[in-house]
């Protein structure tokens, strides 16, 4: 007990009494009560959050498959990858790896054009194979033939001193020439494809 109140006992004993029961009987003042607690954010919009990251994480995973799918390539026709390859050679000097590149070009345009096996074939092969060629046609076979083979002496035996010989314009002449000669195969076709119908 404190001292005050050992004091006041031992002075009057009653009021001891009535200080101690008012204090251990009596009951705290309440504090007002709490307002009702709201619901948490995932109480109120969790089944919202999961259904739009998974709604999220399927568009993501649509969006890489639609970036890294496979699309067609776009292949240029025959004509045109030639006269390309052929247009980065023109200014170069003529020698023999020019000429076998030019002539190898030439050889790719004829298998793509004319739908020939795409075999490897020596020059005299290669030239036997287009004369009987029908799409090709005799005078286109020919010319062609005698551009390989001027360009197969050009390559392992140069004349000494000798001209230019103009490898890239003569295979762009012939490449004109090719494409004259699938115009007139082209052409041929159509009457038959009207008869037909």
Not at 45 to 66: E, F, K, N
Not at 116 to 131: H, S
Request: aromatic share 6%; with cysteine.
């Amino acid at each position: 007990m404190p001292l005050c109140l050992l004091v006041c006992s031992l002075l009057s004993p009653s009021i001891v009494v009535a200080a101690t029961t008012t204090n251990a009987d009596s009951i705290p003042p309440l504090r007002p009560p709490r307002a009702e607690l709201p619901p948490s954010f995932w109480e109120e919009h969790g089944t919202s959050v999961v259904l739009g990251g998974i709604a999220l994480l399927g568009l993501i995973c649509i969006a890489v498959w639609w970036l890294s799918r496979k699309r067609p390539q776009v292949v240029a026709p025959p004509e045109v990858q030639a006269r390309e390859a052929l247009e980065l050679l023109r200014n170069q000097p003529e020698d023999g790896a020019l000429l076998s590149r030019v002539s190898q070009i030439l050889r790719r345009y004829l298998v793509q054009a004319f739908e020939l096996p795409p075999d490897e074939l020596t020059t005299t092969e290669f030239c036997a194979l287009i004369a009987d060629a029908q799409k090709i046609g005799p005078q286109f076979a020919a010319s062609v033939s005698e551009f390989l083979h001027l360009c197969d002496q050009r390559k392992f035996a140069p004349p000494p001193n000798s001209q230019p010989f103009g490898g890239v314009e003569q295979a762009l002449n012939l490449l004109d020439l090719g494409e004259g000669r699938r115009a007139e195969l082209r052409r041929a076709e159509q009457p038959t494809e009207a008869h037909k119908r």
